[in-house]
């Protein structure tokens, strides 16, 4: 039935080609290989991302967030979320990916995942966590958004990507030409991350994904919860550390309830240790952000 659908979807993409092309086409003397040659162009048009292309864009955007908010290079708290990230990895599903977690220096409460494994926490956001078990939530969220190709889902729909399906973005000699398409590919996911944020479906999925990993690594499930209990109460007036945090999620409202659901269909249980909240809050005093 998939196989029927794919069939049907690539005819009409064709027929499509043909449609808006300049050149006219006459269909009664269409010879087989021209049919031949414009499906392989459809098919290079909806061909994913390599690797090492989803790397190369990785690349690309953290140095953006990096450079436009700048990088908190604390080595304390970097070592920290990278010993607590590089952890719940280990569980996701796609375990090839070499993880690097980073703490953009500013005050918003934030945090962004670029594709290949680049991850962004703000000071700001650190700075209202309350435990660990709030913290390994969060990053399991950020690890959801790569594990499932959210960025590059979005890139992919972009007539960009569509336009230059024959241009390469993996290597280290790209042609002016590809060095343009690459740099465009990369508006659109800052545009994805930055401006207009993930779909509803999207966060909802990087919240079941943290939360799930938290709780293979021993962490509480329901510690994005609690975070999002003391978002849920400013959710009407948020200040200005939060206004772009409310302007690219759903309210945390929506998202609560769809966690709720969530831990009640897989069974999982609050378990909130009292450990991993003293300790993070030791670790805060000794680590001023």
Known sequence: MRSKKIKIWILVCICGLF?????????????????????????????????AEETQLGRMVSARLAG????????????YINLIGRSLAVYTKRTDIKYR???LDIDEVNAYSAPGGYIFVSRGLLRELRSEDELAC???????????KHVIKEVRKSHLWQAGAKLAIAGTELTAEEEEFLEGL????????????????????????????????????SG???????LQKVENKPGEKLKIF???HP???????????????????????????????????????
Request: overall charge positive; charged content about 30%; hydrophobic content about 40%.
């Open 19 to 51: 449609c808006f092309c300049p050149k006219k086409f006459d269909l009664e003397n269409v010879q087989p290989e021209d049919w031949l040659e414009v499906g392989a162009e459809v098919l290079k048009a909806v061909r994913p991302f390599s690797p």
């Open 68 to 79: 436009t908010f700048g990088v908190w290079k604390d080595p304390a708290w970097t070592e």
């Open 101 to 103: 977690f980073a703490i």
């Open 138 to 148: 969060i990053l399991g969220h950020e690890l959801g958004h790569i594990v499932h």
């Open 186 to 221: 990369t508006d659109v996911a800052w545009d994805t991350l930055v401006v207009k944020g993930f779909s509803k479906q999207d966060e909802y999925q990087a919240d079941r994904e943290g939360v799930w990993l938290a709780s293979q690594l021993g962490y509480d499930p």
């Open 224 to 230: 994005l919860i609690a975070f999002l209990k003391r």
């Open 246 to 248: 409310f302007s690219t």
């Open 251 to 289: 309210r945390p409202s929506l998202r609560i309830k769809q966690l709720e659901k969530f831990m009640k269909k897989k069974g999982l249980k609050p378990r909130p240790k009292k450990v991993f909240k003293e300790e993070f809050k030791e670790f805060k005093a000794q680590h001023p952000i």
